[in-house]
Structure formats: structure tokens, C-alpha cells
């Protein structure tokens, strides 16, 4: 059962910092790229960061770009995010993505998420 798990969200002033991980389980982590969305309210949901399996070839939304960083440890199959110099325009639900093949087959598998809120 693929399941993953995040983490480390909440309330931060704008100009602050926080680092959110995805600890993943039922996949084989490292054979896979993975990817943190966001998602506010009344907006589309947004791909901020993506990451290859071997941790090689990081991309990033032009939004973010310059301020978050993503990370992954395959060791412990878990994916990083750490954001810097937040805005209020940051504040959103943060979901770690994965399309992975198991014994089911192929499917995109989400995280329940974690809310981070950029106010002063």
C-alpha cells in the first residue's frame, strides 16, 4: 500500500522560512521522480517543485523559483521542501505527488497535505 505523509507546514511570518518532508512507504523510492503541488482556494492546483530519482535534476515553478529548494533522501524515501522568503501568495495546502508502478499497476498517488499560512 503506497502511502505518503507530510509534513512541517504552518503559520510563518512573510520573509520566513519553513521545510516540509514527505516520508513515503509502499513504492520503490528511488525509482521515481517526485513532485510537490500546492493548492489554495479558488485556485488551480499548482506543480511548485519536481525532483529526478536520483536527485540530479531539480525544477521549479518560475513562482518559487529561487527561494524553494527540493530535496529527497532515498535512503529514508522521503522528499524535501525547503522554502525561503515566503509571501503571502505562498499560503497554501503543500501535497507530495509520485506516479508509481506496483503490483496494481500504475497510478498517481497523493498525500493528504499540509497547510502552510504566510500572514503577519
Known amino acids: 500500500q503506497v502511502q505518503l505523509v507530510e509534513s512541517g507546514g504552518g503559520l510563518v511570518q512573510p520573509g520566513g522560512s519553513l521545510r516540509l518532508s514527505c516520508e513515503t512507504s509502499?513504492?520503490?523510492?528511488?525509482?521515481?521522480?517526485m513532485y510537490w503541488y500546492r493548492q489554495a482556494p479558488k485556485k488551480a492546483r499548482e506543480m511548485v517543485a519536481s525532483?529526478?530519482?536520483?536527485?540530479?535534476?531539480?525544477d521549479y515553478a518560475d513562482s518559487v523559483r529561487g527561494r524553494f529548494l527540493i530535496s529527497r533522501d532515498n535512503a529514508k524515501s522521503t522528499v524535501f521542501l525547503e522554502m525561503n522568503n515566503l509571501n503571502e501568495d505562498d499560503t497554501a495546502r503543500y501535497l507530495c505527488?509520485?506516479?508509481?508502478?506496483?503490483?496494481?499497476?500504475?497510478?498517481?498517488?497523493w498525500g493528504q497535505g499540509t497547510q502552510v499560512t504566510v500572514s503577519s
Open positions: 525532483i529526478s530519482s536520483d536527485g540530479g535534476r531539480p
Open positions: 509502499g513504492f520503490s523510492f528511488g525509482s521515481y521522480a
Open positions: 505527488n509520485v506516479f508509481a508502478f506496483t503490483s496494481s499497476g500504475g497510478q498517481d498517488y
